[in-house]
């Protein structure tokens, strides 16, 4: 159990276009979602806490207009990266954290999304 | 002073050596405790949970230590297949809103 969908896995597409992602939570509601970005050889970086039926939680210096989070059903947030350009290419990787879940359960990843914008 | 650290490594060891990872936090009240694994362009996997008392799984050993505020990961009798980035990863608080706090990982390369 605890399996969570991510899609595409890989993206390769021209500057200025915006590509949507998608994190689907299989067999299990998740009120929360984690969305992260990963640049080579460095940590993942908390991007955005995305919140079933309400905004977005965005972390200091991610910005909001750039990166729209929809989290529209207890299964289902998506990451739009808009207007993209190559400094945008990254490793997108959500997560979810099962509803009733206190905070004391592993989080549980998604494949990973790579972007590449030429 | 990072709310987790690890040492990057990386770590390069003979295959069927034992090795040891740390991993401090900064938050005292933190709840509760994982490592994770990550292969090179892949997403983390879950390798164990960190209890208070210590867990073992398989050749795999975590451990807590609350009051000096670090978690370790012992591998031991380690395979080729180990080789990978290890996450050391907090929850500060325990609430279905929290996030988790992520180490940078320390690299564990096994030679054969």
């Known amino acids: 159990g605890a399996v969570v969908s991510q899609h595409p896995s890989w993206v390769i597409c021209k500057s200025g276009t915006s590509v949507k992602i998608e994190c689907r939570s299989l067999?299990?509601?998740?009120?929360?979602m984690f969305w992260y970005r990963q640049f080579p050889k460095q940590s993942l970086m908390l991007m955005a806490t995305?919140?079933?039926?309400?905004?977005?939680?965005?972390e200091q210096g991610v910005e909001k207009d750039k990166f729209l989070i929809n989290h529209a059903s207890l299964t289902l947030s998506t990451l739009t990266v808009t207007s993209a350009h190559p400094e945008d290419s990254s490793f997108y990787i959500c997560?979810?954290?099962?509803?009733?879940?206190?905070?004391?359960?592993?989080?549980?990843f998604g494949d990973g999304t790579r972007l590449s914008i030429l | 002073r990072k709310e987790v650290e690890q040492d990057p490594g990386p770590f390069n060891v003979p295959e069927g050596a034992t090795v040891a990872f740390n991993c401090t936090y900064s938050n005292s009240a933190s709840q509760s405790f994982f490592w994770y694994r990550q292969d090179c362009r892949k997403e983390p996997k879950l390798l164990m949970s960190v209890y208070s008392s210590g867990n073992e799984d398989g050749r795999f050993t975590a451990q807590l230590n609350r009051a000096s505020q670090y978690i370790s990961l012992l591998i031991r009798d380690s395979k080729l297949s180990d080789s990978a980035t290890y996450l050391c990863?907090?929850?500060?608080?325990?609430?279905?809103?929290?996030?988790?706090?992520f180490g940078s990982g320390t690299r564990l390369s096994i030679r054969p």
């Open positions: 995305s919140n079933e039926g309400s905004k977005a939680t965005y």
């Open positions: 067999d299990f509601q998740a009120t929360t």
């Open positions: 990863v907090v929850n500060p608080r325990g609430s279905s809103a929290s996030k988790i706090i």
């Open positions: 997560s979810a954290r099962r509803t009733g879940d206190n905070g004391n359960q592993p989080q549980h």
